[in-house]
């Protein structure tokens, strides 16, 4: 079974300093990952996505993830945090089935940014 | 850029009507997926579509939901009965045939869905 877990349902940085978003992975076979952000009211925009190829990922918007197979983490970085940065993060694995793939989402962290 | 589209952005409705929610793909893309998010929960996964047939459903897509590519453009969601826990939103999303670039979903803006 795939699954992912988000460790932190609520996270608060303030402006221009670092975010980091954790995510925890459990796949019985090589994952494909992904982050998805969501802003308020809109619908759901990628950020990254890793499929086995360079283990650190850059994504929009200046964040990045690296895929750690030894601690089964993929946590999103991000050096500078803006104000146009809040919204809810959700954690993705790829679960290959059939002609279909059906993704599965963490539960998601709301980051929050202060002044 | 090409986008998913989704309508309307807001469905309101009785308890026990139908309700059909409309979603354009990506234009060359094949597949076609619907996800759901209740308030305050995560999103959940409901059904994909591929080659004119369902592809995987989930649990919760039982004998009151149906999807339908009516035509070359349009791929929809339809609840037949609506209930008060179907009130959520829904989020189409579509991905490539190509191997790598199937990876990758796109999705929709998504229709809120509250039933009354």
């Known amino acids: 079974a795939q699954s992912v877990t988000q460790l932190d349902s609520h996270v608060s940085v303030s402006e221009g300093t670092p975010v980091l978003l954790r995510c925890n992975y459990s796949?019985?076979?090589?994952?494909?990952l992904f982050w998805y952000v969501q802003h308020p009211n809109k619908g759901l925009q990628l950020l990254l996505k890793?499929?086995?190829?360079?283990?650190l990922v850059k994504g929009i918007n200046g964040f990045e993830a690296e895929f750690k197979k030894s601690e089964t983490s993929f946590h999103l970085t991000k050096p500078s945090a803006h104000m146009s940065d809040a919204a809810e993060y959700f954690c993705?694995?790829?679960?290959?089935?059939?002609?279909?793939?059906?993704?599965?989402f963490g539960s998601g962290t709301r980051l929050s940014i202060r002044p | 850029e090409p986008e998913v589209t989704q309508t309307p952005s807001h469905q309101v409705t009785q308890m026990g009507q139908e309700v059909i929610l409309r979603c354009v793909p990506i234009?060359?893309?094949?597949?076609f997926y619907w996800y759901r998010q209740i308030l305050g929960q995560k999103v959940e996964f409901l059904v994909s579509f591929y080659n004119n047939e369902i592809s995987e459903k989930s649990e919760i897509f039982d004998d009151q939901f149906s999807v339908e590519r009516p035509d070359g453009s349009n791929f929809t969601l339809k609840i037949r009965s609506t209930k008060l826990e179907d009130s959520a939103m829904y989020f189409c999303a579509s991905s490539d045939v190509s191997s790598n670039a199937a990876d990758t979903q796109y999705f929709g803006p998504g229709t809120r869905l509250t039933v009354l």
């Open positions: 234009s060359n893309h094949l597949y």
């Open positions: 890793y499929t086995s190829a360079a283990t």
């Open positions: 796949s019985s076979y090589s994952p494909s």
């Open positions: 993705v694995v790829r679960r290959w089935y059939s002609s279909a793939s059906k993704i599965i």
